[in-house]
């Protein structure tokens, strides 16, 4: 609009259960807009997949392993 904000349409708002605060994340070239309650869950949700992934790959030679040089 006039000052500048992005509008969001209503059937946009309905669809990502916005109400009144939002999330914005940049991802690569874009910007994704979430409602707080949805990008709470998915963020806790995402962090056990990342925890894991990060227990696996150091398990695979990240200590004292492959991934270390020797001194």
């Given at each position: 609009?006039?000052?500048?904000r992005?509008?969001?349409?209503?059937?946009?708002?309905?669809?990502?259960?916005?109400?009144?605060?939002?999330?914005?994340?940049?991802?690569?070239?874009?910007?994704?807009?979430?409602?707080?309650?949805?990008?709470?869950?998915?963020?806790?949700?995402?962090?056990?997949?990342?925890?894991?992934?990060?227990?696996?790959?150091?398990?695979?030679?990240?200590?004292?392993?492959?991934?270390?040089?020797?001194?």
């Amino acid at each position: 609009d006039g000052q500048g904000r992005i509008l969001i349409p209503a059937y946009l708002k309905q669809y990502a259960g916005i109400n009144t605060d939002v999330v914005l994340i940049g991802v690569s070239n874009r910007i994704e807009v979430w409602s707080k309650e949805s990008w709470g869950s998915y963020f806790e949700d995402s962090m056990s997949s990342y925890e894991e992934i990060a227990d696996r790959l150091m398990d695979e030679g990240g200590r004292n392993g492959k991934g270390q040089q020797e001194s």
